[in-house]
């Protein structure tokens, strides 16, 4: 069975840091890409930022110069490290995959809270 579980979290307060963890059940070399999408109370799920079985990245306009996607092999993981947050970044982050077939499959989700 494929998962994709997500970690790290959180209420942290603005300008503060955060570190997401998404640990796939199987190696992520089978995904061509994995990403991190958020999802606002009220507003539609959004590309947080991507990366490639190659290690290429891509990042959402609002994200770049914030946030870092980064996987580690080995440990079948990708990581999405967050600073500068804001109360706009609160929001449930999911990790998706996609395979080289083409089939996605997502995380249940995690809630970063951006509060004081």
């Known amino acids: 069975q494929v998962q994709l579980v997500e970690s790290g979290g959180g209420l942290v307060q603005p300008g503060g840091s955060l570190r997401l963890s998404c640990a796939a059940s199987?190696?992520?070399?089978?995904?061509?890409?994995m990403g991190w999408y958020r999802q606002a109370p009220g507003k539609e799920r959004e590309l947080v930022a991507s990366i490639t079985s190659d290690g290429n990245t891509n990042y959402a306009d609002s994200m770049k110069g914030r946030f870092t996607i980064s996987r580690d092999n080995a440990k079948n993981t990708v990581y999405l490290q967050m600073n500068s947050l804001n109360s706009e970044d609160t929001a449930v982050y999911y990790c998706?995959?996609?395979?080289?077939?083409?089939?996605?499959?997502w995380g249940k989700g995690t809630l970063v809270t951006v509060s004081s």
């Open positions: 998706r995959g996609r395979t080289r077939v083409g089939t996605f499959y």
């Open positions: 199987r190696s992520i070399f089978d995904y061509s890409s």
